[in-house]
């Protein structure tokens, strides 16, 4: 049974920073590109950051020089770390597996709530 489980999420100030994590049991991890997606309050699901299995690196532009992520293939876990958040960036956050020759190319976590506010 394929599990990713995050965790890290909660309220934090302006500026303020957290760290998500999401553990993967089940899959091949390191084969895996793995991602995060956010969705805010009434809006879409949309794309955070991506590291494909080589390390390769992505961010949506609004993130680029606040977040970065980071996988250890060791522990099966993909990492978030968040700085200088900003009230736009309250959203329910869930981690993602992909890898188009498998069958199902996609899992996903069950999200995990980030609420900046003052």
């Known amino acids: 049974q394929v599990q990713l489980v995050e965790s890290g999420g909660g309220l934090v100030q302006p500026g303020g920073s957290l760290r998500l994590s999401c553990a993967a049991s089940g899959i091949i991890f390191s084969i895996y590109t793995m991602a995060w997606y956010r969705q805010p309050p009434g809006k879409q699901r949309e794309l955070v950051a991506t590291v494909t299995s080589l390390g390769r690196i992505n961010y949506v532009d609004s993130v680029k020089g606040r977040f970065t992520i980071s996988r250890d293939n060791a522990k099966n876990t993909v990492y978030l770390q968040m700085n200088s958040l900003k009230p736009e960036d309250t959203a329910v956050y869930y981690c993602?597996?992909?890898?188009?020759?498998?069958?199902?190319?996609?899992?996903w976590g069950q999200g995990t709530q980030v609420t900046v506010s003052s």
């Open positions: 993602n597996a992909h890898n188009t020759f498998r069958s199902p190319s996609d899992y």
